[in-house]
């Protein structure tokens, strides 16, 4: 049995907290709302953020943040990614040297086009960052609905003991050294997912959601790559896999962020209707800048910051993505230019 401390008590932090709980570690679930925590004492069950799971008696609830982080065997991070920074400073002079800290969170930061785990380790140089990713909507992971993720750690032996706390029959936990594709794959397919979403408020059908998860997971791997991530990483549960779920349920707050647009209403407004922190936005400028340091061509990543940022049109944007020059699918594919040849010689 683990001493460990989930960070956020929101959706995801929450599900989480109740699968270690399960599992049989003792769980302190943090959240700075006093009030919530509050309720959560009473009702064992986060009604406003993940109604319907209820909590076991192993996980505590408190408000008190250096409570929650000290004398742990494990911290998680489940804050939203734009709060990763200023929470990783705040508990910093509490962690001691070595600390395992797994980040949950989403993003690329935008100012500075870190990923989080990086994030983690400037700001508290003595732990040891990991990060948990892939398919995994917390409403279902909450209602034990089988459900498989990737951890990704700088050595082996980090990551065994991480799939090892997190691992159960519903929960399954493969192990990978390519914490940067890890990160990179969960940041940019929000950005796509937003990008489907629209596509979903504007009208379009099957045909065109599969393009643009085709499509996207072509943008993710093409940046992913250049930046130092590996290709297997992103056709595996942390890019591909995540972004299908992304695109495709009703449970994506990005997807659903991208939907209201696609339906007329602003970025803000959209936001504002979802209620909870749309990661994809917030990473769309990030990931832009990215892909004109690494002189890499997404058009689908900027026609969203387009929608996002300067006011284009929905309609618009899908109208330019269909008719870009033309290209070849895989460009690395050799054509055999003697076949030709070849049969009329027969």
């Not at 100012?111 to 960052?129: H, W």
């Not at 799939?163 to 397919?189: C, H, W």
């Not at 033309?326 to 230019?337: D, H, M, T, V």
């Amino acid at each position: 049995m683990a001493k460990i401390s989930v960070i956020g008590a929101g959706s995801w932090g929450t599900a989480i907290a109740k699968l270690l709980g399960t599992n049989g570690h003792e769980v302190t679930l943090w959240s700075r709302n006093e009030e919530e925590v509050r309720a959560l004492c009473q009702s064992r069950e986060n009604i406003s953020k993940l109604p319907g799971v209820k909590l076991p008696e192993n996980v505590r609830f408190t408000s008190d943040l250096e409570e929650s982080v000290q004398d742990k065997d494990l911290l998680v991070f489940a804050v939203p990614s734009t709060a990763v920074r200023g929470t990783a400073h705040k508990i910093a002079g509490w962690v001691p040297p070595g600390q395992v800290i797994v980040n949950l969170a989403k993003g690329i930061e935008e100012s500075t086009r870190m990923i989080l785990t990086d994030i983690i380790e400037q700001e508290i140089p003595q732990a040891n960052g990991v990060v948990l990713s892939g398919p995994s909507h917390a409403e279902e992971v909450g209602r034990c609905i089988p459900t498989t993720v990737v951890v990704g750690a700088k050595d082996r032996k980090t990551a065994e003991y991480i799939q090892n706390i997190f691992m159960n029959e519903v929960f399954r936990v493969y192990t990978s050294p390519d914490m940067l594709g890890i990160e990179l794959g969960g940041a940019l397919k929000n950005v796509i997912a937003l990008a489907a979403g629209v596509a979903d408020g504007l009208g379009c059908g099957d045909n065109t959601k599969a393009a643009l998860i085709t499509r996207g997971i072509t943008e993710m791997s093409r940046l992913g790559v250049a930046m130092g991530g590996h290709i297997e990483t992103f056709n595996g549960l942390a890019g591909m896999g995540d972004l299908i779920v992304t695109c495709a349920s009703r449970h994506s707050r990005n997807r659903k962020a991208g939907y209201l647009i696609g339906q007329g209403r602003s970025m803000q407004e959209a936001m504002d209707e979802v209620r909870m922190v749309v990661e994809g936005v917030y990473s769309a400028k990030a990931a832009m800048a990215l892909a004109a340091v690494y002189q890499v061509s997404m058009p689908i990543v900027e026609e969203v910051n387009k929608v996002l940022f300067e006011n284009k049109s929905a309609k618009e944007a899908m109208t330019d993505l269909m008719v870009r020059d033309k290209k070849i699918e895989n460009p690395e594919l050799p054509w055999n230019e003697n076949s030709g040849k070849e049969e009329k010689d027969r």
